[in-house]
């Protein structure tokens, strides 16, 4: 059988882990002799569309390796909506460059384009095999257990949270108001209330699956910090009001006419002083929630490298039209197994946080630490506590 | 002779290692057959004001070993101010316990305190030996090489910004703009600029020591943008502009009728979308910034360790009146011990960061690096390059 030339692409915001994917596809290339040529799209998708690809063939091992340790994307990527006009470009880069397997590293929207291009591939009787490797720290793939990225970025919010409530209770002289990543998920930001569980601060948590009553909101603030313990309100940057508008509003308006956020965080924390004349801070990492490497989960990683091997193994054996995914065996402690998803199924789907572990609007259930716990290592961290 | 109680206070803002100089404290109190009780202020000064002591002289073994690992302060501390109205009822607080040691564990704000009790109990003819123990991250404290929480918070400022240039050069949508602490100082956001030399992205960073030409500093950043390598803008808290006032205000005025100053990287976040058309976004880790375990510095943990240790070293031999400081010897690797400097002279004093390390207002000099790398255990982060 001739070597056939395989392409990966990254779609989307990277994740602590995005780079072991990449380094699972290159070594499980490496390993194989069906492989000839490894490409990667420079800067996604935008990348196969101008053909401008980078030839990962012969990059030193040493490079490779460094790749688990390497936030981000190490080939770029991009956050262009790939649209029914720009199908032919993709295929003519691929016809070009004679490639036989392609591997597209995202969430939804780049698992839709894979299954279009293998829907694509099919109707032209091209030899492609196109695999999707997940991706996304959102947590909002269906059918796969967890996403890869997810992991890190949970372990991230707790400790970083569970840090923070340390601060918060120490040093009790103001509100800690802490804004974490995911738009329109909870996932992540509900990890921040492991804090709950590793310090006397009082912990509040709100995620965007719940609209905030701002009034209420400000009470329960009012009432947990007076109990004195510090206070530590964990929320998600999507939060919407009871009328389902942002709660947060920059005033401004970008370049391409799109309302540009404001900080919920600061927003919230700005009311905490006007409303309550109770002292308070927003801290806000953003991106640094999923570019963290010591934070990061090392089960994530492991999963992230071993989902784009699969990727590869499965195309190699003449699949296409699927998503690797995770399955998982919470009965006895925490066991993983890959599995494959039609990418008919899972484009255009959406996980959403089950409503029912959100308690009382502001505290999440422990169901939630039973799921997510084993993605961030298992480790709850441990403090010395002497107040 | 017979042993003497010690008392050991916080003071002021926690770092990631302040805990750790507890540590050294109580491990060394334990060690000594010199000591009776072991006493914490319970929320700084305002313990000893208000008698408010932890007796940790039996605390397991296992909790105070923790203590490398827990952020923010175990015992608690305070931003209480401590005036001449006040030193009376201290004084009181270390009689009824029948206290021989005082250690104050902090700034610049408490060696003056901690100088003026030593002062007092010399007047008064007390046998009380009063030690400090230095602790800023901020750096400023003269006499001593640096201060220990100054090598992790500059790590965490170091290799959070080199992770954050990865993202922003792998998906180059926007510029990223860092807000670290250091109100006054830019010892923190000075080590920012570390991430020029780990990533091909570009890097702009701004600290209070040099007032900002806003329409400078955005042409600036228009330049460096258009590039087209991504850009990381990195900036201390306390930034002001030519006219000497803070370039960010929340126009919240507090209870205590003090400003609030507002977000900076936030304010210059914004400008960057209204005045330059280009889309950007701020990131703020705030507090973050001096909680983080996985980020601080071995060595700085190990240096304030030994502070810790060594002021009741000291104490127990019958100095007082002194500052634990460290000397550091940097002519053929980094070798550091540690010395006594007088109160007298730490009290009041401040330690400027050179500006001749500044340079073209936006770039930092090797020389910063050859000073602070060391104190961040010496690494550059290694990443794979492959675009």
Chains 1, 2 share one sequence.
Not at 168 to 195: C, F, N, Q, Y
Not at 247 to 252: L, R
Request: glycine share 10%; net charge negative; with cysteine.
């Amino acid at each position: 059988m001739a070597k056939r030339n395989i392409l990966v692409a990254h779609g989307g915001g990277p994740t602590a882990v995005i780079n072991s994917s990449l380094q699972g596809v290159i070594e499980a290339a490496r390993a194989s002799d069906g492989v000839g040529k490894i490409y990667a799209a420079r800067f996604g998708a935008e990348g196969i569309l101008k053909k401008n690809l980078i030839d990962l063939t012969d990059v030193p091992a040493e490079t490779v390796s460094l790749l688990s340790v390497t936030p981000a994307t190490a080939i770029g990527s991009c956050r262009r909506k790939i649209g029914d006009q720009d199908y032919p470009a993709l295929m003519e880069c691929f016809k070009e460059y004679d490639i036989g397997c392609f591997f597209y590293n995202g969430g939804n929207d780049s698992m839709d384009t894979c299954y279009k291009v293998s829907e694509m591939a099919k109707r032209e009787g091209m030899d492609l095999a196109v695999i999707g490797i997940p991706k996304t720290m959102d947590n909002d793939l269906v059918i796969t257990d967890h996403c890869p990225g997810f992991g890190s970025a949970a372990k991230y919010a707790a400790f970083n949270a569970a840090e923070l409530a340390l601060d918060a209770s120490g040093l009790p002289i103001h509100v800690v108001v802490l804004e974490l990543m995911g738009r329109d998920a909870g996932w992540v930001t509900a990890a921040s209330a492991l804090a709950a569980r590793t310090s006397h601060c009082e912990v509040l948590t709100y995620l965007p699956e719940t609209r905030i009553d701002m009034q209420k909101m400000l009470a329960d603030i009012e009432k947990a910090y007076a109990k004195g313990r510090g206070l530590l309100v964990t929320v998600s940057e999507g939060l919407c009001g009871l009328d389902g508008e942002p709660i947060a509003d920059s005033g401004i308006v970008d370049g391409f006419g799109h309302k540009v956020p404001g900080g919920v965080g600061t927003t919230i924390s700005n009311r905490i002083m006007t409303d309550l004349n109770i002292k308070s801070r927003a801290e806000k990492p953003g991106l640094l929630g999923r570019t963290s490497i010591p934070y990061a989960a090392r089960i994530d990683r492991e999963e992230a490298y071993a989902v784009g091997r699969r990727a590869v193994e499965v195309a190699l054996k003449g699949e296409t039209g699927y998503m690797v995914s995770i399955e998982a065996d919470r009965s006895n402690g925490y066991k993983w197994s890959l599995g494959l998803a039609p990418l008919s199924k899972v484009a255009n789907a959406v996980k959403n946080f089950p409503l029912e572990w959100i308690v009382d609007g502001n505290k999440i259930a422990d169901e939630f630490f039973d799921y997510a716990l084993p993605l961030m290592d298992g480790e709850v961290p441990k403090f010395a506590h002497l107040r």
